[in-house]
């Protein structure tokens, strides 16, 4: 089962990386622009990134490599905020922000950082939290923003990577059933793929 599992899954890889949404080269460019954009925005002061975990974890950390070159006075606490549970649809979000104290907060500039704004809830949710603090100000770095009737359009980013279709993403820190997430190129799962993977973990994946 191991290594059918395994060959299933290599061919799935090679099918995405064959088109991927994203490239390597494109990625890094938009990357480096985006630090330098938050940079400038930062500069001279000591913001803190509120980055949501697991899935913006690489992005806040290619981001922080870029850093350097323009400013080093900052400080990053991640916040944990579950919604796909292994599904390509969104569901209850279950919010972890223990070490995101008010203490922590108050009378900081806070800038939250997330791979993907969908229906706008996770980024929503995340914002109300930190506001109740008495922050100073707050901004949001979003690496790609999917079409979505739902979203709210008054939902405010400054710092954006990609506007994309409304496909699910995979790669660069986003997975599905914990798969791909290390991959260096974003990626589209589709349905058949996605489906594919359920019949091969049913006890993983509902």
Known sequence: MSHFYDNEIAVIVQQMLSNPAVGRKR???ELHRIAQEV????????????????GASRFMADLEQYFPQWFTRYDVEPVRVSSYRNETEPGLLNFDSQHLTAERLR????CIV????????????????V????IESLRAAILI?????????????????FDLPDRFYVGYGMDFANLFRTLNQICVLRGPQKERIKQMLPQTVS
């Open 27 to 29: 990625l890094r460019e």
């Open 39 to 54: 940079a400038e925005e930062f500069q001279g002061k000591s913001p803190l990134f509120v980055p949501v975990h697991k």
């Open 107 to 110: 009378g900081r500039q806070v």
């Open 114 to 129: 997330d791979d993907i704004l969908q229906t706008g809830a996770t980024l929503e949710a995340v914002t109300s939290y």
């Open 131 to 134: 506001s109740e603090h008495s």
């Open 145 to 161: 923003r999917k079409e979505c009737d739902q979203r709210d359009p008054n939902l405010h980013v400054r710092f954006l990577g």
